[in-house]
């Protein structure tokens, strides 16, 4: 009797709906309901435009934690020490998604970098921003 609700267990937790996406640091966000505003920004260690606009994302951060989170997406795909190197080679001061949220809102793989989502505290989708962006330029959207 144990082990099928042990079985069943299992099934019902494999089929949840889980929309969490995790993130380098070990936390997992709901991006179809944050409770919060994301800024989902895309970068690459080689991309000259992301590291120009990182520490403006860093700025971001700290000076909008009640309102917003940032987070980061690498383009490559790295993961473990290799993203945790990168990390620290830019300077980012924010949490990097080791999975793509991208899909959640049916959107075509990143073309161009940086490209910068804005993700509204109940999970819609309201800015695509491609290029490097400033403190100013997203502050204006918010």
């Known amino acids: 009797m144990l082990k099928k609700l042990f079985i069943i267990g299992l099934l019902l937790v494999g089929c949840s709906s889980d929309n969490g996406y995790p993130t380098?640091?070990?936390?997992?966000?709901?991006?179809?309901?944050?409770g919060k505003l994301l800024v989902?920004?895309?970068?690459a260690v080689w991309c000259a435009p992301c590291r120009k606009e990182i520490p403006e994302l860093n700025e971001l951060a700290a000076h909008h934690v009640d309102k917003?989170?940032?987070l980061g997406v690498n383009f490559d795909g790295?993961?473990?020490?290799?993203l945790r190197s990168e990390i620290t080679k830019l300077g980012i001061q924010f949490p990097s998604f080791i999975r793509d949220p991208r899909v959640t809102w049916g959107l075509e793989p990143v073309s161009?970098?940086?490209e910068t989502l804005i993700i509204s505290p109940d999970?819609?989708?309201?800015?695509?921003l491609i290029g490097p962006q400033t403190l100013s330029s997203i502050e204006a959207l918010l």
């Open 24 to 34: 380098l640091d070990g936390t997992s966000i709901d991006v179809t309901a944050p």
């Open 40 to 43: 989902i920004n895309y970068w």
């Open 68 to 70: 917003l989170d940032v």
């Open 78 to 82: 790295s993961q473990g020490e290799t």
């Open 112 to 114: 161009i970098l940086p």
């Open 123 to 128: 999970g819609t989708l309201l800015h695509r």
